[in-house]
Structure formats: C-alpha cells, structure tokens
C-alpha cells in the first residue's frame, strides 16, 4: 500500500503526451489547437483534464465542476488532510459516513478480495511503525479487514487501527471525475487525477519509472491505467519500499501498470500486483477482469505481460 504522506506523486507517473495518436490531416490539427487543458494538485500529486475539440465556454463551466467534485474527493479520502472524513475515523475510530465514502471502502474490501489478501486498507499502523521506528509486530497485529464493522452508515475501526486508501482513491477520484465528463457529453477526454482515465480513443500515453526513464508507451482508449513502482519512495532505517504488504510481502517487481475498464480497479491492483511473483500475479490477473498489466524489473526490462483474452 502507499504512504501515509506522499511527498511527490505515489509513484512515477504516467507521463502523457495528451496527443492524438496520427494527428497528420487539417482536420487534427484543428482539434488538437482546440483541446483545452486544465492542471492544479490533488492528493498531493500533479492533476490534469484535457477535453478534446471543447468549446472554451461550456469548457469553463465543467472544469469548475471537475475542482469542486476533485475537492469533496479530498475532503473524504486526503489521509494527509487531518480534517477529512478518513483522518477523523482514524482518529476517533468511528464515522458516520456518506454514500461515496461506503461506496469507495465497498471497493476496497471487495478488491482486498480480489487480490488475495496484498490489497488491504488496513496497513497504515504498519507504515507508520516502519516509517517511525514504531514497534512492527504490534502494527501487524491491527491488520485485518474483517476488523472494520458497518452498522447502516455507521464504521468502526479497533483502537490503534487506521485506513489508507492511497492505493485506491486516486483511481476513484479518476473515474469519478470521468464519469462526471461522460454526464456532461464529453466524448473525448483525458483525466489524470494520479490515475488515468481516457475517454474516446487514442490517447498516447508514456509510462515511466520513478527517476522518469520512459520504460514503455501505451495507445489508451476509453480504458483506465494506474501504475505503481515500488522504488518511488523508500521508508524506515533500511530503505524499505512504501509498498506494504498485510504480511511483510516485499516488492517482488520495479514497476507494474495494470489498464482496466475503471480506474479504482487498475489502481489497486497494480498496488497488489507489485507485491506478487508471477504465479500468483497470473492468478490474481485472471480474476480480476482487467484488460492488461506490465511489469518492469529495477533495470527497465519489461518482464512480463498478461493480458485478457479477447
């Protein structure tokens, strides 16, 4: 899982051309002059939209609605943010929480499912030990989803417990962010709230490590892609990777990008799946219904490939 205070973005990034793939007739051009590109921060990372061929009135209006949606985002899911709906649970160990936030922890456990286990939203008291000098073996000790209690709307953590959803929100907010262009009539449009959400089709995207070496590039379409590197940040006394594992599992890859029809979906599993050896990444993949991951050792070799039969 990833830090509890991200200080750049969680892991590279994404580095994206925002370009048609071909744009070679007048007519491209003509759309590309007319794309309208909009950046700030969110969940401590770089963000942007980019709207293809939009009108630069109706452009305006959407993206005041992209910062507001992009900011209830935050105000529930910012672990670095000590007023948001998930630092006050972690703090009073219970929330009476609203729709999104159930909807997006429904997420979690389901894909904790999903992933056998190396999803868990429940590491963060193992990262702050690690990170701290803290006593490890009592922050293993408060993992476990099966320890979240639901009443109605009502969540309950145990004392010492503590959520992070920072290898999953960013894929959430992504496709919330996509589902709200999608609502407005956008049929072309590239989202990148830490995750990348596409819509229409193609978007070049380039996909790179950590220290910005371009390790591969993908041609994205109405799809979603989230990558994670276990070298993006390094915690504790032994430079141990922000990527936890519920049972100490290590980052057996340098780099996986997962590209799935949503982006919640993409972004945890590229999460687990850097924790996997390749069995039971195969496993993991098979079942998870994504379109394709990639995996990258420490000297940017692409290692492996899985993808969905068609």
Do not use: K
């Amino acid at each position: 899982m990833t830090p509890h205070r991200p200080t750049r973005r969680r892991f590279l990034t994404i580095a994206a051309s925002a370009l048609a793939l071909g744009c070679n007739t007048l007519r491209d051009r003509a759309a590309a002059a007319a794309d309208v590109r909009w950046r700030g921060i969110a969940f401590g990372a770089d963000v942007s939209i980019t709207l293809r061929d939009a009108d630069a009135d109706a452009a305006a209006a959407t993206l005041e609605a992209v910062r507001g949606e992009i900011a209830r985002m935050e105000a529930l899911f910012n672990l670095f943010d000590p007023g948001s709906a998930l630092s006050r649970l972690n703090a009073e160990g219970t929330l009476d929480a609203d729709a999104t936030f159930r909807t997006l922890l429904d997420a979690a456990i389901a894909l904790h499912g999903v992933t056998e286990g190396l999803f868990d939203p429940t590491v963060q008291p193992l990262w702050r030990a690690l990170s701290t000098g803290g006593d490890v073996e009592a922050a293993r000790a408060l993992i476990g989803v099966r320890r979240i209690e639901r009443i109605d709307s009502r969540i309950r953590i145990a004392p010492g417990m503590a959520l992070t959803f920072n290898g999953i929100a960013q894929g959430f907010a992504s496709d919330a962010i996509a589902d709200l262009l999608r609502a407005r009539g956008y049929q072309q449009a590239l989202v990148n709230i830490g995750e990348y959400a596409a819509l229409g089709a193609p978007w070049r995207l380039g996909i790179a490590n950590p220290e910005g070496i371009l390790l591969d590039e993908i041609a994205l379409g109405d799809s979603c892609i989230a990558t994670s590197s276990a070298g993006a940040m390094l915690i504790g006394r032994y430079g141990q990777s922000h990527i936890l594992g519920p049972g100490g599992e290590s980052a057996a890859h340098a780099t996986v990008s997962v590209v799935a029809n949503r982006a919640t979906l993409a972004d945890a599993l590229s999460t687990a799946l850097i924790l996997a050896e390749e069995t039971q990444a195969r496993r993991i993949f098979a079942s998870s219904g994504a379109q394709e991951a990639r995996f990258y050792d420490a000297a940017g070799r692409r290692t492996l490939r899985l993808v969905r039969p068609a």
